[in-house]
């Protein structure tokens, strides 16, 4: 009689692990979110941020012209800005599959879908917004994905600066560029209404002007 108890009782503490395996896995990794496909295009590029340089106020003279205008970016757009950045990049673009940018708590938060041995799971990073030296720069505060939390160095150890983003490896900063005018800088950043919001002002000469166009 005892010995037919104990294949039971490890047939029971097996199912039981299981079931507990199965159960952590889908409530921390699991993904949930609806996501972009990675491999969707991206319409985040140097032409729509400089058909969003609608001004405000422009001074026009026969040599330059004094801008002041403001940038806003949605949740669509900043998902394809993180689109730009990864699908690019066949390190990243292997492993993830979706990816999703959030406004929360004035921090973008970038939902991830992405398969690991084929192993579908979901990370989510956060990251704050600020102007800084006339610049927006998007800076990696954490990151997790299920209860693991994700260094900074293994996320930007892959990232790689493109046209219009630059990486700061070390500070774990994006860097968004328009177009390399040297006039042109980023004096405000503000998030309302689920918009990341920058105000720009500079002066541009001909030869900038040209690069507009």
Partial sequence: MAKSKKPTLFLGIILFIFLALGATY????YPKSEVTNINSI???NQKMLLNKLTSNNLNISSKEVSLETSI????????DLFV???ASNS???NIITGIKAEINDNKINVLLHLKYKGIPLEGNLVFSCEALNGKCVLHYESG???FIS???????SKLISNEILDIDKEAGDIILKVKNLKGLEIKNLSIKNNEVIFTIKGT???QDLNKLK
């Fill in 26 to 29: 889908y409530i921390g990794f």
């Fill in 42 to 44: 991206s319409n985040f």
């Fill in 72 to 79: 806003a970016l949605s949740e669509d757009d900043l998902t």
């Fill in 84 to 86: 730009n950045l990864i």
């Fill in 91 to 93: 390190k990243l673009s």
């Fill in 144 to 146: 997790n994905l299920g």
């Fill in 150 to 156: 994700i260094n900074k160095d293994l996320i930007f």
């Fill in 204 to 206: 541009l000469n001909l």
